[in-house]
């Protein structure tokens, strides 16, 4: 039976504070150490490590790993999905910046919030909330075409192509969100969700990674600790969380403080990274911040009375 979501509460609020810290981090992790191994090749590694985790704590707490029915074919349907996600956003931090990257993919409850609004009759938009859409949208156009080349240096030569990878990637994760609560997927375990896509990730950019050739390995202190940092918390306990949080809340509402994370990102790139952002791209990060306020958070600043 399908479970009656929740809107946000004190709860969710807190998990979705320290769900959007350990996201932005990632990116930042991913892109420090990409010199010593690619961060496609990182990301189908953590995938492969947190699907182990997946399947022992599974199996410890004597649990089957499939629990609903014929689950499988939206299950591998989100794990391509995942795993494109993730190949775009690998590919991504190749040629752009950290806090680019946390602006675009984070653009994914946009994309989710339209899928919705056509497969979930509880979650369809309204004017405000199609307003926020064109706003974040203008946000993404100002970014792109606001910009005078400066930033197009010998360091980030195809700066457009990873910003737009990284936007391709949040319609992927959009798309991933659509899937799991307009399929079978909805009433599946947060592991059973995770195990598909952990396990389509490790293996298609594991392939995608040698195919690329990116397989050369740098061993260093920093490497071990991020892939330790990425399997745990990055592609286990967070993940865990916020599967756990879709099926118990409502997903347009659950991205009323996912705004967080590029926030965070920028704020983590610069200090952390010493990253430039120009003016434009300031510019329309807050259109695609306030963008994603209004369509996901516009009931908390518009209750009805």
């Known amino acids: 039976m399908d479970m ?16 959007c810290l350990t996201w932005s981090l990632a990116q930042i992790v991913l892109k420090y150490t990409a010199a010593d191994m690619a961060p496609t090749l990182q990301i ?8 182990v985790l997946t399947y022992l704590l599974v199996r410890w707490r004597k649990m089957p790993v499939f629990t609903v029915a014929g689950a499988w074919k939206p299950g591998l349907l ?35 919030a339209l899928g919705l609004h056509f497969f979930s009759p509880e979650e369809r938009l309204n ?31 195809n700066m457009l192509l990873g910003d737009a990878l990284a936007i391709l990637g949040g319609m992927f994760w959009g798309a991933t969100t659509v899937v799991v609560r307009g399929s079978r997927l909805k009433n599946a375990t ?23 050739g990116q397989t050369d390995i740098h061993w260093s202190t920093r490497l071990v600790g991020s892939l330790i940092f990425q399997v745990v918390l990055v592609s286990f ?5 916020w599967f756990w ?32 952002i120009d003016q434009s791209f300031v510019i329309g990060a807050l259109c695609v911040v306030v963008g994603i306020l ?12």
Request: net charge positive; aromatic share 12%.
């Open 4 to 19: 009656t979501r929740r809107a946000l509460d004190l709860q969710a609020t807190t998990l979705m504070v320290l769900l």
């Open 44 to 51: 189908a590694l953590r995938s492969g490590g947190a699907a």
């Open 78 to 112: 989100v794990g391509a999905l995942f795993a494109g996600e993730f190949f775009l956003l690998g590919e991504a931090l190749r040629y752009t910046t950290a806090s680019h990257v946390s602006i675009f993919l984070y653009s994914a409850p946009l994309f989710a």
């Open 127 to 157: 004017r405000l909330q199609w307003l926020g859409i064109i706003v974040a949208f203008s946000g993404i156009a100002i970014s792109f075409l606001g910009r005078d080349g400066t930033y197009n240096t010998l360091e980030s030569p």
């Open 190 to 212: 947060a592991t059973e969700t995770l195990f598909y896509q952990l396990i389509a990730a490790f293996v298609i950019l594991g392939v995608g990674a040698m195919g690329m």
């Open 237 to 241: 306990v967070s993940l865990l969380i």
């Open 245 to 276: 949080l879709l099926r118990h809340y409502l997903a347009s509402r659950l991205g009323v403080l996912s705004f967080m994370s590029p926030l965070f990102g920028v704020i983590l790139g610069v200090w952390l990274l010493n990253e430039k």
């Open 294 to 305: 209004l369509v996901s958070g516009q009931e908390w600043f518009f209750k009805k009375k």
